[in-house]
């Protein structure tokens, strides 16, 4: 492993710690969202290393509360992902992460996760790792969004659409 990947046990300590970053960025605006780029920035930041290996591009966007851990806990997941396997395993590894919103503020946001640089992808898995399984669980089944891993040559394409006005919220019927 190259010295500038971060051992993947001690990388922001984890699934926990990828909660906890999405919970204090919440609780810096009162649980009213999340800007995007800030919430990526977060999740990322432990596994960049030494240079500038991961790009992030895309419009401003306030992601409700809803949407923002469990989108936060996706980033986690590909990252680590990335760094285990990926493009972030070897030295000039590349991730790019770029979105936009398609059908308004209040439609659905689209991101579109990129490796490049890393090891050659000879095929998909063989089998679908945890991580998979957290990524649909969380981004189909928690959020009603959708995703796509394609093992490209180059690197890992994960595609997600996260659909914003949708965003699941407290039932307070429920509660009552």
């Keep these: 492993r190259p010295p500038e990947a971060p051992p993947p046990a001690r990388a922001g300590a ?3 710690g990828a909660l906890a970053r999405a919970h204090t960025l919440l609780a810096q605006d ?11 920035e977060g999740e990322l930041a432990p596994f960049r290393g030494a240079g500038q ?9 306030a992601v409700p509360a809803s949407v923002a ?12 992902n990335a760094v285990k396997h ?3 395993s070897v030295p000039g ?3 790019s992460v770029t979105w936009r919103l398609s059908g308004g503020p209040e439609g659905v946001l689209r991101l ?4 490049t640089g890393g090891p050659p992808v000879r095929r998909p898995p063989a089998h679908r ?10 981004l189909r089944g928690q959020l009603g969004g959708s995703v796509s891993l394609a093992w490209e040559e180059k690197g890992l394409v994960c595609e997600m659409g996260v659909p914003l006005s949708r965003a699941p919220g407290p039932d307070l019927a429920a509660e009552g």
């Design 14 to 16: 984890g699934r926990g």
């Design 30 to 40: 009162r649980w009213a969202g999340a800007d995007l780029r800030a919430l990526l």
């Design 53 to 61: 290996r991961v790009s992030l591009e895309g419009p401003r966007v």
């Design 69 to 80: 851990q469990p989108l936060g806990m996706a980033a986690h997941e590909l990252a680590t």
């Design 86 to 88: 990926g493009a972030l």
């Design 93 to 95: 590894g590349y991730v």
């Design 112 to 115: 579109r996760w990129v490796e």
């Design 129 to 138: 790792g945890f991580g998979s399984r957290v990524l649909e669980a969380t």
